[in-house]
């Protein structure tokens, strides 16, 4: 079965969800409302299972040149430097990080020449049971599947599910990217909050912040020293890496997700990624999550006889497990940013044997990590 889609949203889930297309032999626009293709954001890590994923997709020899392995989940330790638990270097890491920028070029050059289309912001969708169409500006483009990769604020899911507004999780974040080379990368546990660092191409780091906000929207006008002052004490080398990142640079964001849908599916509409399942960071499982959707929803195109079944058989496979990781997330995150639950959680991974703690950050180590992608034949000629 070959057919057309009109993808939404240029991000790595849209991306991801035209190269798997193009690979079972579909055709796709996809429609981005910037003005030019980039990707917002500063640095993630990507799991064994978001791994798989873009191998399955084609890319994933390109995606490991521009990333760069991180022992974070491996190195635990605590505001003085202690550490709780410590990875052995020499040793693999299953995880690896990549500036957000890097990993979106390598989906972008791989998607065919002229699907991609920048400045064109969807604002309705419509369908008539065969065909779907968006609406953007005065152009109407119809196709037998829209696909809405368009975030966490998704104008498709808006049409879709009304009531589906993103929740605020009570957390908050500062980011950015650091001139720091050769650091393994670490996970700092503090009282209310965490400092995540992982390594990233072309000598940087990539840091995080992530603690307890009392309401979405509070700034202020030096977030560079808010921080600092946030953070005072902590060991090296944070202060280096707040430090080192330009004042402007510094972004802060407040923590979100989506309580669950009740499907991903209506008619020829197929939710995918943020749009669907929008989850906070603390399992790093978001783009993750958008790239096993893209192989999944391509594989049921490619497997089923019908479009009507094969997007049933997305929604049966991908709304499960990816709405219990999102309740996982949320669950750590309220974990890991407690103050009440700190010295529990702190003496109990202290306590925690280094043979059993490294199994269980192995790249099969649990069962978010041990997911694999259907097959995705390759493109015919």
């Known amino acids: 079965m070959s057919g057309q889609a009109i993808v939404v949203g240029g991000g790595i889930g849209g991306l991801a969800a035209a190269l798997a297309l193009h690979r079972i032999g579909w055709r796709a626009v996809v429609l981005e409302r910037a003005p030019e293709l980039r990707e917002i954001g500063a640095g993630m890590s990507q799991a064994p299972n978001a791994m798989r994923a873009l191998a399955e997709l084609g890319v994933g020899e390109q995606a490991r040149a521009v990333g760069v392995p991180t022992h974070a989940s491996g190195n635990l330790r605590t505001p003085d430097g202690r550490y709780l638990q410590r990875a052995r270097l020499d040793d693999p890491t299953a995880m690896v990080a990549f500036h957000r920028a890097d990993l979106h070029r390598v989906l972008a050059d791989a998607v065919p020449s002229g699907w991609i289309r920048t400045d064109r912001e969807v604002t309705e969708v419509r369908q008539d049971g065969t065909r779907a169409s968006v609406r953007y500006g005065e152009t109407e483009m119809s196709a037998d599947v829209v696909i809405a990769a368009d975030g966490i604020n998704s104008a498709i899911r808006r ?9 605020f999780l009570g957390r908050t974040a500062w980011l950015g990217i650091a001139e720091v080379a050769d650091l393994p990368g670490s996970i700092t546990l503090g009282p209310g909050g965490y400092f995540l660092i992982h390594p990233v191409a072309r000598g940087r ?8 906000a009392d309401a979405p929207g509070v700034r202020c006008d030096r977030e560079k020293d808010d921080l600092t002052r946030r953070l005072h004490g902590w060991h090296d080398p944070i202060p280096a890496l707040i430090e080192a990142t330009p004042a402007d640079a ?17 008619g020829r509409v197929a939710l995918l990624g943020d749009a669907a399942h929008a989850m906070s960071p603390d399992r790093g499982q978001g783009a993750g999550q958008s790239l096993e959707d893209a192989v999944v929803l391509a594989a049921s195109l490619a497997g089923e006889s019908s479009i009507d079944a ?5 929604d049966t ?6 709405q219990a990781i999102a309740r996982g997330a949320r669950a750590d995150g309220r974990r890991t940013t407690s103050r009440a639950a700190y010295r529990a959680m702190v003496t109990m991974i202290g306590l925690t044997p280094a043979p059993l703690w490294r199994a269980g950050i192995a790249a099969d180590g649990n069962a978010t990590w041990r997911w694999r992608p259907p097959a995705l034949s390759p493109r015919a000629g």
Do not use: F, K
């Not at 780091?205 to 307890?212: D, E, G, K, N, S």
């Not at 094969?310 to 997305?314: F, H, I, N, S, V």
């Open 159 to 167: 049409h879709v599910w009304p009531q589906t507004p993103p929740r």
């Open 310 to 314: 094969a997007l049933r058989r997305y």
């Open 205 to 212: 780091a990539y840091w995080a912040y992530v603690t307890v």
């Open 250 to 266: 510094v972004i802060h964001i407040d923590i979100r997700d989506l309580d669950p849908l009740p499907g991903y599916v209506r």
């Open 317 to 322: 496979e991908r709304r499960p497990r990816t």
